[in-house]
Structures are given as structure tokens and as C-alpha cells.
T-cell receptor, first 114, second 115 residues
Framework: KQEVTQIPAALSVPEGENLVLNCSFT??????LQWFRQDPGKGLTSLLL?????REQTSGRLNASLDKSSGRSTLYIAASQPGDSATYLC?????????????FGSGTQLTVLP | DGGITQSPKYLFRKEGQNVTLSCEQN?????MYWYRQDPGQGLRLIYY???????QKGDIAEGYSVSREKKESFPLTVTSAQKNPTAFYLC??????????????FGPGTRLTVL
């Protein structure tokens, strides 16, 4: 069964730092890998989606990479800002019977200190 | 203003009561999903529906029920059989369940507390 792990569970950095969030998955048979942002008590906002055939995706200060062979994805945030403080979740899209489902990691809670 | 709405935002339930959480989308998406999130954990799939009048159990369906009578609506009932229902519930939709190149969109969530 696919397992998705995010380490560390929490991270604090000073404003302006570049940082990397990690996501690992046990089964490389994924269709895509998605990164989401969740603010406290809110729903999820999709940040980036990387197809299994792609190596990376970029949006503004965010860059996500995917290495299926090693079962890893990273989310790089450049020049971090206090407004980036949130929980970041990764999720792998996998086959489940006749359907396709997302399997989520438990998230990394990021705090950017002013 | 397109999107997914969930109501209520906060819900309190006494033990032994059934409650229904609402999820509505106006994105014309075929697929809809219900997830449960516990503190410090990722999302776990409760039920999903790929098309109207069809739904399938997810990983933690016991104690829950759903219906999909309309494309835009996918209500979740938390029954008294659910032993630990206090959690944050998130609804999501996707234009086509089988697609691999598009995203799930999430609602704002309902926080259910059992008193």
C-alpha cells in the first residue's frame, strides 16, 4: 500500500531564507504528485501538480521536483515571507481498483519569522 | 463565483445523533470526494463519487454514508456508528475522476465536534 511521508513535521525559518520541503512515497507507480497549502482551519489550495513524466514544475517563488525512481519530491520556496506560513501537504495520485485516489502525507507546518 | 461550498463551518453533535454535512459545487465536475483530517495528520478518504448516482467506499467508510442524487451535491452523513467522529471534514471535486493531469479542488471544510 502506498505510503507518503513528509519530514520534518514542523519547520521555522527567518524571513528571506530559501527552503526545501520533502515528500517521499513508497510506490513509484504514481500518476502525479501534488503539493497543497493549508492555512489553519481552512481547506486546501493546490500549489503545483507534477505529472509522472515530468521532473519539475514552477510557479512564482515555488519549484517542485519529482524523482519517481527514488520515490521523492521536493518543494523549494525561494525568498520566504511571513505570508508563506502554513501547512504544506503533498499527495500522490495512485490507482485504487477502478478509480484513482490521492494518498496524502501528514504535512509540514512552516513558520516564517519576520 | 465558482467553487465548492461546505456548510456548516462548525457543527456540534451529541453522542448517538446522526448529522449531515453539506457539500455543493458549481464547477460542473463529475467527481466528488469526502476526506477526514485529524490534528497533525494528512487527509484520509471516506467516500468518493465518480458520477451521479454512483459512489464508492474509501479507506475509512465505516460509520459514514453518502448520496449523489445531483451532480452538484454530495452530502455526507456521520452516523452514530462512527466511534470517533470529532474531526475536520473536507469535500473536494475534480472534473473527471480518471484524469491524471488535473487537480482536485477543495472546499473550506466543516469542523465537527461531538459533545
Amino acid at each position: 500500500k502506498q505510503e507518503v511521508t513528509q519530514i520534518p513535521a514542523a519547520l521555522s525559518v527567518p524571513e528571506g531564507e530559501n527552503l526545501v520541503l520533502n515528500c517521499s512515497f513508497t510506490d513509484s507507480a504514481i500518476y502525479n504528485l501534488q503539493w497543497f497549502r493549508q492555512d489553519p482551519g481552512k481547506g486546501l489550495t493546490s500549489l503545483l501538480l507534477i505529472q509522472s513524466s515530468q521532473r519539475e514544475q514552477t510557479s512564482g517563488r515555488l519549484n517542485a521536483s519529482l524523482d519517481k525512481s527514488s520515490g521523492r519530491s521536493t518543494l523549494y520556496i525561494a525568498a520566504s515571507q511571513p505570508g508563506d506560513s502554513a501547512t504544506y501537504l503533498c499527495a500522490a495520485l495512485i490507482s485504487s481498483g477502478s478509480a484513482r485516489q490521492l494518498t496524502f502525507g501528514s504535512g509540514t507546518q512552516l513558520t516564517v519569522l519576520p | 463565483d465558482g467553487g465548492i461550498t461546505q456548510s456548516p463551518k462548525y457543527l456540534f453533535r451529541k453522542e448517538g445523533q446522526n448529522v449531515t454535512l453539506s457539500c455543493e459545487q458549481n464547477l460542473n465536475h463529475d467527481a466528488m470526494y469526502w476526506y477526514r483530517q485529524d490534528p497533525g495528520q494528512g487527509l484520509r478518504l471516506i467516500y468518493y463519487s465518480q458520477i451521479v448516482n454512483d459512489f464508492q467506499k474509501g479507506d475509512i467508510a465505516e460509520g459514514y454514508s453518502v448520496s449523489r442524487e445531483k451532480k452538484e451535491s454530495f452530502p455526507l452523513t456521520v452516523t452514530s456508528a462512527q466511534k470517533n467522529p470529532t474531526a475536520f471534514y473536507l469535500c473536494a471535486s475534480k472534473d473527471f475522476a480518471g484524469a491524471t493531469n488535473n487537480e482536485q479542488f477543495f472546499g473550506p471544510g466543516t469542523r465537527l465536534t461531538v459533545l
